[in-house]
């Protein structure tokens, strides 16, 4: 049973336009949610996170929206860049213990 | 300040070999968890330790073992390999503090089942 969901396994975008990633979850006792970057042959690097008790968390470019009644977060990247293209993982955990990760959107940004 | 580190790279075994795959934290990190990844998905929990202790365990085997040293470098172990343990396994690392639940990942090794 698949907790963390992304629908869209893939994103194509224009340089800089907005990119925005979705993300829903099942479990309401998730409270602390994650975006993670992969390149290939590399291991996930963390990009931005965000508490139960937010509904917003920006850093630089990255800004991440949860939805807490709609069990669905998104992550927007403005504006998007060439080196953005890679697989984005959703994920989240509940009380600090493991993380249910979804199956990741690859995003293409096209100079 | 170094990352998340994990030996070897790359391996390739024979089925029912055995795998030790090693892991070691970021620096300041207590909590080790490992993950595996299989081609096209997330990344799904194996295990996580802390205190030299398995804390917690996903949907794995018996034949999935692990270990925590007194430095909080860690050790995976896999027994009686199979074709389908073919996959990316990931170490990542956090600290069991409140506010810290972040966990950073290492480039992972990657395992070949022949």
């Known amino acids: 049973d698949q907790q963390v969901k992304q629908n869209s396994p893939s994103l194509s975008v224009q340089e800089g336009r907005i990119s925005i990633l979705n993300c829903d979850y099942t479990?309401?006792?998730?409270?602390?949610f994650l975006w993670y970057k992969k390149y290939p042959a590399e291991g996930p690097t963390f990009l931005i996170s965000?508490?139960?008790?937010?509904d917003k968390n920006e850093d630089g470019r990255f800004t991440v929206f949860l939805n807490k009644s709609a069990k669905h977060l998104s992550l927007h990247i403005v504006p998007s860049q060439p080196g953005d293209s890679a697989v984005y993982f959703c994920?989240?955990?509940?009380?600090?213990?493991?993380?249910?990760f979804g199956t990741g959107t690859r995003l293409t940004v096209i100079p | 300040d170094a990352g998340v580190t994990q030996s070897p790279t790359h391996l390739i075994k024979t089925r029912g070999q055995q795998v030790t795959l090693r892991c070691s934290p970021k620096?300041?990190?207590?909590?080790v968890s490992w993950y595996q990844q299989a081609l096209g998905q997330g990344p799904q929990f194996i295990f996580q330790y802390y205190e030299e202790e398995e804390r917690q365990r996903g949907n794995f085997p018996d034949r999935f073992s692990g270990h925590q040293f007194p430095n909080y470098s860690s050790e995976l172990n896999v027994n009686a390999l199979l074709l389908g343990d073919s996959a990316l396994y990931l170490c990542?690392?956090?600290?069991?503090?409140?506010?810290?639940?972040?966990?950073?990942f290492g480039p992972g090794t990657r395992l070949l089942v022949l």
């Open positions: 965000i508490s139960s008790i937010k």
């Open positions: 479990n309401s006792m998730f409270d602390y």
């Open positions: 620096s300041g990190h207590d909590t």
């Open positions: 990542a690392s956090s600290r069991t503090e409140a506010g810290s639940e972040t966990q950073y």
């Open positions: 994920a989240a955990s509940a009380w600090a213990n493991n993380l249910f």
